[in-house]
T-cell receptor, first 111, second 114 residues
Framework: KNEVEQSPQNLTAQEGEFITINCSYSVGISALHWLQQHPGGGIVSLFMLSSGKKKHGRLIATINIQEKHSSLHITASHPRDSAVYICAVTDQIGSNYQLIWGAGTKLIIKP | NAGVMQNPRHLVRRRGQEARLRCSPMKGHSHVYWYRQLPEEGLKFMVYLQKENIIDESGMPKERFSAEFPKEGPSILRIQQVVRGDSAAYFC????????????FGSGTRLTVV
């Protein structure tokens, strides 16, 4: 079993829909990261969370430490949001830069 | 305020040649991390460097791969005598004071070995 599990693996939605991507992890963590990888391949760090909720524009990330679960929400989705969204955690036990990566969720937003 | 700059974006090398990948961290960032993404796989940690020091290279293959982050200039990931299996995307990230302060990623260098 992977230490970081994302769901769904693939998600296709219409423009304007509310999007939720989930991430569950099985290790103790010091932080959880959400990243975005565009078709061109570049990676953008969206959020780093250790508790609660963060918001940036149309993106919202939440984390529940007790349940070892995080969600990334996109409101009013747009075709430019189409990308792979990756959840990664830094392990409390290991070195905090050795991210443990989820497999990613491929999101396609259709106009 | 330029982000993390990696160059080249694309690099083609013949088997047996050397590949040199460069990463200039964000201004004010003194911690650099290199990751490799093989086709259809997630990113794998390779090496963590601070200026003039290798902090952790536990993810680096033991042979042919080396990394440096000199006092002046970019961090360099060097792959000697490349093989087809080295074809991958190599990403660099930087942080100001350590990973707890968040990462900024570069756009990556896509290495193709022919």
């Amino acid at each position: 079993k992977n230490e970081v599990e994302q769901s769904p693996q693939n998600l296709t939605a219409q423009e304007g829909e509310f999007i939720t991507i989930n991430c569950s992890y099985s290790v103790g963590i010091s932080a959880l990261h959400w990243l975005q990888q565009h078709p061109g391949g570049g990676i953008v760090s969206l959020f780093m969370l250790s508790s609660g909720k963060k918001k940036h524009g149309r993106l919202i990330a939440t984390i529940n430490i007790q349940e070892k679960h995080s969600s990334l929400h996109i409101t009013a989705s747009h075709p430019r949001d189409s990308a792979v969204y990756i959840c990664a955690v830094t392990d409390q036990i290991g070195s905090n830069y050795q991210l443990i990566w989820g497999a990613g969720t491929k999101l396609i937003i259709k106009p | 305020n330029a982000g993390v700059m990696q160059n080249p974006r694309h690099l083609v090398r013949r088997r047996g040649q050397e590949a040199r990948l460069r990463c200039s961290p964000m201004k004010g960032h003194s911690h650099v991390y290199w990751y490799r993404q093989l086709p259809e796989e997630g990113l794998k940690f390779m090496v963590y460097l601070q200026k003039e020091n290798i902090i952790d290279e536990s993810g680096m293959p033991k042979e042919r791969f080396s990394a440096e982050f000199p006092k002046e200039g970019p961090s360099i990931l060097r792959i000697q005598q490349v093989v087809r299996g080295d074809s991958a995307a190599y990403f660099c990230a930087s942080s100001p004071l350590g990973a707890d302060y968040g990462y900024t990623f570069g756009s990556g260098t896509r290495l193709t070995v022919v």
